[in-house]
C-alpha cells in the first residue's frame, strides 16, 4: 500500500514528538518539516531525532515560495507551530493537501482563513488533538444535561513555560456556556504536559471528569486517528470532538 506523505509544521517541544510518532508508524513517510528559525536547515528530522535513515528535510518558513507545496507534495500537513504557521500554507490547501491544525489558540482572523480553506480540501482543527480530552468533552456536555443545576468549574494545568490560558479549556467553557474569567482556573508548575478537569459540584456529591496527556506523543497518536478518519472525506470543516460526538452516538445504548 502507498504510504500517506505528511508534512509538519512545528518542530519545537511538540514537533518533534509528533515527527517521531510519524517515523514510527509504517502508514506514513515525514517529507518534509517546517519551522521558524534556520536551525538544523536541510538536515533531516529523522537523524536529529536518532534515526538511521532520511526522512523529513527540514525547511524555514523563508523556503516556502510559490511552488513548494507542488514541488514537495504530501497528503496532510500538520501543524503544530504557532498561530503565524497559518499564513504561510493556503497554496497546500489550494493544492487539496489535507490541513490538521494544533494550535492552541488563533485570533478569529486565522480561524476565518482556516474556515476558507475548507473549500478546497479537508480541514481539521482541534486546541487538544488527544482522543481522551475530546471524548471527555463530549461526556461534559451530556452530564451538563443530566444535572443541569451543578456548580462546574475547569481547572487546566500545564508546564511552567506556557503562557497562554489554555485552549482547550476555553473551549470546554464554550461548550457548556460558561464565563471563561469566572470558571477557569490555570495552574503553571514544573513540566506538566497538560491536565484539564471539570468539576461538578452538587450538594451530596461531587463528579470529576479529567484528562491528563502524560507524553506529548498523545498528540501525535491524535493526529494519526485524524488523518485516518479524514481519509477520502470530501472538503469541509472537521473536529475531533465531532468525530467522538458521532462515535458516542453510535455506542450509547449500553444497557
Ligand atoms: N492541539 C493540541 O493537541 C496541542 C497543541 N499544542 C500547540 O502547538 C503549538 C506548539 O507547541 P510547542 O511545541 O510547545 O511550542 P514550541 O515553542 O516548543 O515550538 C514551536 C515551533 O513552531 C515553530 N514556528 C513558530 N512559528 C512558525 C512559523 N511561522 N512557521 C513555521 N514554524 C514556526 C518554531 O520554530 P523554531 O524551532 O525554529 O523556533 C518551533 O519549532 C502551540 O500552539 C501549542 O499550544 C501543543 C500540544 C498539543
Ligand atoms: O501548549 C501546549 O503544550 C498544550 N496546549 C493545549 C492547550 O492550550 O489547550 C493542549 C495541550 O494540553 C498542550
Not at 3 to 28: H, M, P, Q, W
Request: proline share 3%; net charge negative; glycine share 8%.
Amino acid at each position: 500500500m502507498e504510504k500517506i506523505k505528511i508534512g509538519v509544521f512545528g518542530f519545537g517541544k511538540t514537533g518533534k514528538v509528533i515527527a517521531s510518532e510519524f517515523l514510527n508508524d509504517n502508514l506514513f513517510t515525514l517529507v518534509w518539516v517546517v519551522r521558524k528559525s534556520h536551525d538544523d536547515h536541510h538536515k533531516y528530522a529523522s537523524r536529529l531525532l536518532g534515526y538511521e535513515f532520511d526522512a523529513g528535510e527540514i525547511f524555514t518558513g523563508e523556503d516556502i515560495g510559490e511552488d513548494f507545496f507542488l514541488e514537495r507534495p504530501v497528503d496532510a500537513l500538520i501543524d503544530f507551530s504557532d498561530s503565524t504557521g497559518i499564513y504561510l500554507y493556503k497554496r497546500a490547501a489550494e493544492a487539496g493537501i489535507t490541513i490538521i491544525s494544533a494550535i492552541s489558540k488563533y485570533e478569529q482572523e486565522e480561524l476565518d482563513l482556516l474556515k476558507s480553506f475548507a473549500q478546497c480540501t479537508t480541514v481539521l482543527y482541534s486546541p487538544n488533538i488527544t482522543l481522551g480530552i475530546n471524548v471527555l468533552m463530549v461526556a461534559a456536555q451530556i452530564l451538563q444535561k443530566i444535572a443541569p443545576h451543578a456548580d462546574i468549574e475547569i481547572v487546566e494545568e500545564h508546564f511552567k513555560g506556557k503562557k497562554e490560558v489554555s485552549g482547550t479549556a476555553q473551549k470546554i467553557a464554550n461548550s457548556l456556556g460558561l464565563n471563561v474569567e469566572e470558571h477557569l482556573n490555570s495552574i503553571r508548575v514544573g513540566g506538566i504536559v497538560g491536565r484539564h478537569e471539570i468539576i461538578f459540584g452538587m450538594p451530596n456529591q461531587t463528579i470529576r471528569l479529567s484528562h491528563e496527556s502524560i507524553s506529548r506523543a498523545a498528540f501525535g497518536q491524535g493526529a494519526i486517528f485524524a488523518i485516518k478518519f479524514l481519509i477520502g472525506k470530501p472538503p469541509g470543516m472537521y473536529t475531533m470532538e465531532t468525530i467522538i460526538a458521532e462515535m458516542f452516538r453510535q455506542n450509547i445504548p449500553v444497557y
